[in-house]
């Protein structure tokens, strides 16, 4: 079964920067992406950014382009989100998760097409 591993969460006041890390195991295929999510408290999970691991394929959605950067290693099975002039409106818990490349297709995410999902960490913007 594959496992996501999300790491890289903290606290940081506006205006800082954060990069998070996804590790992907127990892979059966070199044809997946890897996708980011963020979920506030009383809202629906946000899909954000994805990349696929084959390929240079990637997305990032309207709500952090120009402020966040995904990039992956292949040979570590990781993806990375480098977030940068953080606002407090980006407070979250941040997921990754896995699925088939055509889940990061340059369009806007679905939830319901990423098949493992890691447990989450917490980012907090706040001075």
């Known amino acids: 079964q594959v496992q996501v591993v999300e790491s890289g969460g903290g606290s940081v006041q506006p205006g800082g920067s954060l990069r998070l890390s996804c590790a992907a195991s127990a892979l059966t295929s070199d044809y997946y992406a890897i996708g980011w999510f963020r979920q506030a408290p009383g809202q629906e999970r946000e899909g954000i950014s994805c990349i696929r691991m084959s390929d240079p394929t990637s997305y990032v959605s309207h709500s952090v382009k120009g402020r966040f950067l995904i990039s992956r290693d292949r040979s570590k099975n990781t993806a990375y989100l480098d977030m940068n002039s953080l606002k407090p409106g980006d407070t979250a818990v941040y997921y990754c998760?896995?699925?088939?490349?055509?889940?990061?297709?340059?369009?806007?995410?679905?939830?319901?097409?990423?098949?493992?999902w890691g447990q989450g960490t917490q980012v907090t913007v706040s001075s």
């Open positions: 998760a896995t699925g088939s490349r055509f889940a990061c297709s340059g369009k806007s995410l679905r939830t319901s097409d990423w098949g493992s």
